[in-house]
């Protein structure tokens, strides 16, 4: 048996430290390692894990590259980098990376769920999917890892995988809120057996309404399929009034971005530098499908994304990013009017161009991409303006049908409440009027009433507007593979349908 050396037994003793985040002994480990051997891989890791533990960014970088480089083979130091340059959003290199090293990963179910975590914040949930099933192969008693397989499923369309899945875990734990409204969200409702299972977990439990949130959005979402209205909205009432006692959100400060917005993107801001509708620029043309949540901007996306000269990078916060930084404005808060006022001032084209490079890793050689976060219509001056090669597509439906939709969704925090959702939609309305007027023929506008209604004819007008030419995929949407992680990633796996019109 060969003899334990030094550097293993520090080795070892590190890793048994860092299970209790004793870093600062972690580092004092690794820093005996390099001066026995200051090329050890493992001492560059070790170190890099402390610094990470630490918060010392540039330096766990710096040690976990290092660990790489010493060791072409060091799949632990190359995801954990990976890992930190998701956070910063250096996100094709993180790509390169992951993909460089994830074959390696066969043997170690911590970083396969590392590397599957990675690839699930770039919205990249293909690559994301068999790391999670590998993990689960591995150590399949592993819950977490369970959960998050089930949850990838669900936005690659797998609903039945996702729904043995939770169905198991429910098994093992029968109360268990959040298994409860996961499944919940998988079908439609044909019966009342899992509302009764739900209302006897909620009877049994001492909690406050607090935590009794996900168990109120589930029942009040399969008591409507059961149409049972009454008792389906009172369960929304609960959720929504729950969530907003522990959410410190004031609908106010979004109606004061709203407002700002308004004032500072005005007719002689927005038309300064604006280029011509016509204008073309090099490189792909960006598709900017907005308005409310749930309206029906997921399911215009994958109509247009069903597109032979089209890809969808999904949703992303990349534009609102590219604002902030360019801003200047130093805040831990993603988005505020004094953002807004100082990117007015700067130069649209570095906003677009940090927006680009953002991007630039999901692309493929399609032409085109869509970009489907539909907040993005706070931003729409700036996009204008930045972009003259982009389109814009606004989604509209009937007020009452939109506020009652996100009312019912845990997601949207101005939706809590119908007094809060009613303010909002005044202002969000108040914006796009203003949008319209500016804009003109660039703010290509879609109802959803008319497009589920008529779903060749306005299919046909909106691929037209678009400049693209009409493909019959594009009117079996529901084919479409891809992965879709919106609220709506189940519903736009169905055929084109009409029941949500004056729900």
Same mark, same amino acid.
């Given at each position: ?120 914040? +770039?919205?990249?949930?293909?690559? &994301?999917?068999?790391? #999670?099933? @590998?993990?689960? *192969?591995?150590? !399949?008693?592993?819950? =977490? %890892? ?9 936005? +690659?369309?797998?609903?039945?995988? &996702?729904?043995?899945? #939770?169905? @198991?875990?429910? *098994?093992?734990? !029968?109360?268990?809120? =959040? %298994? ?15 509302? &009764? ?307």
């Amino acid at each position: 048996m060969k003899p334990t050396s030094r550097k293993d037994e520090l080795s070892l003793r590190a890793r048994t430290l860092a299970r209790s985040s004793d870093w600062a002994a972690v580092e004092a480990c690794a820093r005996q390692i390099l001066k026995l051997d200051k090329d050890s891989a493992e001492g560059h890791f070790l170190f890099g894990l402390a610094a990470k533990g630490r918060s010392r960014t540039e330096a766990a970088e710096k040690a976990f590259l290092r660990a790489v480089k010493k060791d072409a083979r060091r799949y632990d130091a190359a995801i954990e980098l990976a890992d930190m340059q998701v956070k910063v959003q250096r996100n094709g290199e993180a790509v390169a990376l992951l993909d460089k090293f994830v074959a390696l990963l066969d043997n170690s179910p911590l970083y396969l769920e590392m590397a599957a975590q990675a690839y699930s914040r +770039l919205d990249l949930h293909e690559k &994301a999917w068999p790391l #999670y099933k @590998a993990a689960c *192969d591995l150590q !399949p008693e592993v819950e =977490r %890892f369970q959960s998050s397989l089930a949850g990838c499923s669900v936005f +690659l369309g797998k609903a039945d995988d &996702a729904r043995k899945i #939770y169905r @198991a875990l429910l *098994d093992k734990h !029968p109360d268990h809120q =959040r %298994f409860h409204y996961e499944l919940s969200q998988l079908a439609k409702a044909k019966d009342s057996r899992h509302v &009764a299972q739900m209302e006897s977990v909620l009877k049994s439990s001492a909690s406050t309404p607090a935590r009794n949130i996900f168990l109120y959005y589930a029942l009040g979402k399969e008591l409507e399929d059961l149409e049972r209205w009454d008792e389906a909205f009172h369960y929304y009432e609960l959720a929504g009034t729950a969530a907003k006692s522990v959410s410190p959100y004031d609908v106010s400060s979004d109606l004061t971005l709203i407002d700002t917005v308004i004032s500072v993107c005005d007719e002689n801001w927005t038309r300064t530098g604006l280029a011509a509708p016509g204008a073309r620029s090099s490189g792909k043309i960006p598709i900017f499908i907005v308005g409310l949540p749930r309206t029906g901007t997921t399911l215009t996306e994958r109509i247009i994304a069903s597109h032979s000269q089209v890809r969808s990078i999904g949703e992303t916060f990349f534009m609102q990013m590219a604002i902030r930084h360019e801003s200047g404005v130093k805040t831990s808060e993603n988005m505020n009017p004094a953002i807004i006022r100082a990117a007015a001032g700067r130069v649209p084209a570095h906003i677009a161009a940090r927006y680009f490079d953002a991007v630039r890793y999901k692309l493929g050689d399609e032409p085109m991409f869509i970009e489907k976060l539909p907040e993005n219509y706070l931003y729409l001056g700036f996009i204008a303006k930045g972009m003259p090669q982009a389109r814009i597509v606004h989604l509209r439906r009937h007020p009452l049908d939109a506020c009652f939709a996100m009312f019912k969704q845990s997601y949207f925090r101005f939706a809590y409440t119908l007094d809060d959702v009613g303010r909002y939609y005044v202002a969000y309305n108040r914006l796009m009027t203003r949008w319209r007027s500016l804009l003109g023929d660039r703010l290509i506008e879609v109802s959803y009433e008319e497009l589920v209604s008529d779903q060749e004819g306005q299919t046909r007008s909106l691929l037209e507007r678009l400049g693209l030419d009409f493909e019959e995929a594009c009117l079996n949407f529901e084919k479409n593979t891809a992965a879709s992680s919106t609220a709506s990633a189940i519903q736009v796996r169905e055929k084109m349908h009409s029941r949500s019109v004056n729900r």
